[in-house]
């Protein structure tokens, strides 16, 4: 049954973008609960995907799956993946701050795709 919905999920995200289609295999290629402990966070242009790992009991989990995952990953959404880096969550500061900020968290840094990049070298 995985294979059947492997084949069939990869054939649906062939009109989304790359990082679109590597967000909706995630949760077929890691299983349901593992995929409930990471997130995509986005692709950047050395086709490295970075994963945010949200329990760091499960690092190293990850990290010993990271060859049959980006193998998986490139199966399902037919992108071109060259590994997966796992980032740990951003610790909070003791009072709940984050760079200073009052009762907010400055969002984790996007890795920017070429595009992105010229775009904002052009503005």
Sequence with gaps: MRDVLRGTLGRS???LSDEDRLVAAWAVACGTA???RAAVVGL???RVLHVRVL???WQDQFAQMRMMLTEDLRKIA???V???HFEGQVP???RGRKNGLTGTKKPAAKPMDARAKERRKNS
């Design 78 to 80: 037919g992108v071109r």
């Design 13 to 15: 995200l062939r009109t």
């Design 34 to 36: 593992l995929a409930e």
């Design 92 to 94: 909070q500061s003791p």
């Design 44 to 46: 950047d242009e050395d």
């Design 55 to 57: 329990q760091p009991e």
């Design 82 to 84: 060259q590994t997966i």
